[in-house]
């Protein structure tokens, strides 16, 4: 038997529970309601519902207080309220075949950021947009979605926030969804991570490595500018009068000092310039 990939358990078992909804008793007993409220004896077709004003049903109190029941319906068994009136009042609405989202809660991958910095957010706003994402700017415990309406790109921002702060991206998974199904939603949204860092001016490294450098970032003096002949002194400090990375010459020891401080300049101190 073959195995089915995570996502396609999700869709199956969000099928089931339309399927649930079907055979409970409560489709037909809307449907009844919904086509009453609707002024009608039979459901649209799909050309119909497409053509159907839909500023005039929900002008309607009647129409209104009917959705609301649509709502508490959809809720019980975890279906988009969309897929519960759909199912009222389409004639043959088959929620396997109308490509739609069924369930009322589905993964997400948002971009979340705490910069109030209105330049970089128009910037990161519209880059994560075109990539089909929403970003979410939080300020404490409270989250406002934004949007980039203009149809022309907005200018690079001056200054970028540090890389570490800058923004994050956020993977929401409802209850029961496949573990295998939301790793791979978790790579996605690396990957969507380093391009918008790419598009932003970021530096972005292809693999997280650990530098053996790191701890001699102080005897490197990798927080200054070495004066002309200071890197003599700086490779007689790592030394200890004694040869590193076997027979070398000043110059060759030199150049050694040049490369190691610029590798750590460029790790520990550029991403973080700029503030």
């Known amino acids: 038997m073959t195995r089915l990939a995570p996502e396609e358990l999700w869709r199956r078992h969000t099928l089931e529970r339309f399927e649930a909804f079907r055979q409970s008793g409560e489709l037909e007993q809307l449907r009844k309601e919904g086509l009453a409220a609707c002024g009608r004896r039979k459901r649209y077709t799909s050309l119909e519902w497409a053509k159907s004003p839909m ?6 109190p009647r129409y209104m207080e009917w959705h609301h029941k649509c709502e508490s319906v959809a809720q019980k068994f975890g279906l988009a309220v969309w897929t519960v009136v759909s199912a009222c009042l389409i004639s043959g609405y088959r929620p396997d075949k109308a490509g739609l989202v069924v369930e009322s809660q ?8 705490e910069s109030t910095d209105t330049h970089f957010l128009a910037r990161l706003t519209y ?11 939080r300020h404490g415990s409270i989250e406002t979605a934004q ?5 022309e790109s907005p200018p690079m921002p001056s200054s970028l926030p540090p890389q570490a702060s800058a923004f994050h991206m956020r993977v929401d998974t409802p209850l029961g ?6 790793e791979g939603l978790e790579r996605r949204a690396k990957r969507l991570e380093k391009e918008l860092l790419r598009c932003l001016g970021y530096p972005v490294a292809e693999r997280l490595r ?3 450098l790191v701890p001699m970032a102080d005897r490197l003096r990798v927080r200054k500018t070495l004066a002309r002949n200071e890197a003599y002194d700086v490779l007689d400090d790592i030394s200890n009068g004694e040869t590193i990375e076997g027979q070398i010459d000043d110059t060759k020891g030199r150049k050694l000092i040049g490369s ?6 460029k790790r520990l101190i550029k991403p973080y310039e700029g503030d």
């Open 55 to 60: 500023r005039e049903r929900y002008s309607s």
């Open 106 to 113: 589905w993964p997400q991958i948002r971009v979340v950021t």
């Open 127 to 137: 880059e994560s947009q075109l990539r089909g994402l929403y970003v979410i700017a």
């Open 147 to 151: 949007l980039y309406l203009s149809m």
């Open 177 to 182: 969804y496949p573990p295998q199904a939301a």
């Open 210 to 212: 650990i530098s053996s």
């Open 260 to 265: 190691r401080r610029h590798r750590l300049r």
